[in-house]
């Protein structure tokens, strides 16, 4: 048998194989598939409406800003909205013709070009007129709604004026549409600290003054009646007012609180006191649960005690 040699290498070869390619790892998966032409992607219609939601913001924006800009002037050079009539609502003492007067405003202007604010200024200047309300009313026309003053009673100052309530002068003349009832009003007198002179539409209210003139609201709308009986108001110190009646000038010292009650309190005391003092000269109810009742001997010692003319 034949020895076989050793150093005689023998190489041995497979047949090829083919990789075998190993599936992705999830998370790591291409995409498999191409969209067909056409057809959007999935997401991309979303996209689509962010755009629109900035679109859209920014188009009326700039709808707005060309509208402010441009409508005034399409409605400035029409002339349909030219000023025509004005309608004027809550007159009683003043007439139409005196808030158009006021009022500045002529047929020539624009109503949507009229200066609202200014013309109420300028209509509130008049001293009757307390507040007055614009309504643009188109396209002609423009509705003023006035609230009138109305006198509260008469002060003497440099001159004779009425007051309302706020403390405002009022002309002294009689304005046609005044009843006797508007002009039947107490006199004011000896509030200190108005000097100098004045004129109607002035606001001289001082705290002694404005402190009388809420009080004789009051005591007007608790027994209206009775103060037809009230000539004359005047200031005291510790915040109370003396009252002159007419007829023999009885002189009343009364708080400014609970004007009701006080005033019911004034008509018993009034029932009495005529027939238990002969010529009482004042009736001072003042202090609690009393009233004083005094002759013209006491009145004037109590009149150089200094409680009279408090500012």
Known sequence: MAARSSGAK??????T???????????????????REGKRAPGSWRSGMRKLLYVFPAAAVLGLIWGAFTLPRLFAASPEFRLQALEVKGLRLLHGQDILAASGLSETQNLFLVDLPQVAESVEALPWVRKVYLERRPPDRLRIQVEERRRLAWIRLDALYGIDEDGVLLPAEKVEGETRADLDLPLLTAFE????RHRPGDHVATPALQQALDWWRQARQE???FCLNISEIQPLSGGSVRLVL???G??????VDRVGERLTVLKEMMQRIYKEFPEPAYLDLRFAGQAVVGGKAAQQSSEKGGEHGAG
């Open 223 to 225: 027994d209206p009646e």
């Open 193 to 196: 600290g108005i000097e100098g």
């Open 246 to 248: 007419v007829g023999d």
């Open 250 to 255: 009885l002189d009343v010292r009364v708080p």
């Open 17 to 35: 194989r083919r990789r075998r390619e190993l599936p992705e790892r999830r998370g790591h998966r291409q995409p498999m598939a191409v969209p």
């Open 10 to 15: 023998r190489t041995l070869t497979s047949p």
